[in-house]
T-cell receptor, first 116, second 114 residues
Framework: DTEVTQTPKHLVMGMTNKKSLKCEQH?????MYWYKQKAKKPPELMFV???????INESVPSRFSPECPNSSLLNLHLHALQPEDSALYLC???????????????FGPGTRLTVT | AQSVTQLGSHVSVSEGALVLLRCNYS??????LFWYVQYPNQGLQLLLK??????LVKGINGFEAEFKKSETSFHLTKPSAHMSDAAEYFC????????????FGTGTQLKVEL
């Protein structure tokens, strides 16, 4: 199974709401990633977890809060977002991170987030 | 610093024609190079990758790419385009010492016409 699943598929939230995005993989991968992708742009890396520890935070605003409860799950908690945070949020996983750089990243289908 | 340049944000070909999507990289160390495809409202899927060894890399769906160090290029080709190839294509680079972090190009939208 080479699938990365993400829920929900679509999310509409107000600027005062709190919501969470969920990502799951069962490939035994030890690295998981969150990306943000605006329309017609490449994905931008937000966070990387390696062995359930946060390895990379690409200066993401604190209104985005990642969590890795176990090696298969990755959450992204959202609070007090701005309309400019509307985007496709992609999760990915790979076998390793630190021992990279040649490990394939497997991407989920994404969550389309709209902030109103 | 590593970077990727994709020439042509939009490429249009006829069905059955050759597909050529261009990617040039800038890297001070040996690069690892990837091509990903993204269909509408979907995530990214790896087409092929170059790490070391053979410079001509074959991928899925009939695509291939050739690593040319002298030209710092990794262009993606397919001999005969199919309507189902219409998608966004991203070239990406990573490098030893950078973890598994990918630096993406700006993408090329491929349109296939009848």
């Amino acid at each position: 199974d080479t699938e990365v699943t993400q829920t929900p598929k679509h999310l509409v939230m107000g600027m005062t709401n709190k919501k969470s995005l969920k990502c799951e993989q069962h490939m035994g991968h030890r690295a998981m990633y969150w990306y943000k992708q605006k329309a017609k742009k490449p994905p931008e890396l937000m966070f990387v977890y390696s062995y359930e520890k946060l390895s990379i935070n690409e200066s993401v605003p604190s209104r985005f809060s990642p969590e890795c409860p176990n090696s298969s799950l990755l959450n992204l908690h959202l609070h007090a977002l701005q309309p400019e945070d509307s985007a496709l949020y992609l999760c990915a996983s790979s076998q390793e991170y630190t021992r990279g750089p040649n490990y394939e990243q497997y991407f989920g289908p994404g969550t389309r987030l709209t902030v109103t | 610093a590593q970077s990727v340049t994709q020439l042509g944000s939009h490429v249009s070909v006829s069905e059955g024609a050759l597909v050529l999507l261009r990617c040039n990289y800038s890297s001070s160390v040996p690069p690892y190079l990837f091509w990903y495809v993204q269909y509408p409202n979907q995530g990214l899927q790896l087409l092929l990758k170059y790490t070391t060894g053979a410079t001509l890399v074959k991928g899925i769906n009939g695509f291939e790419a050739e690593f040319k160090k002298s030209e710092t290029s990794f262009h993606l080709t397919k001999p005969s385009a199919h309507m189902s190839d219409a998608a966004e294509y991203f070239c990406a680079v990573s490098y030893t010492g950078g973890g598994n972090k990918l630096t993406f190009g700006t993408g090329t939208q491929l349109k296939v016409e009848l």
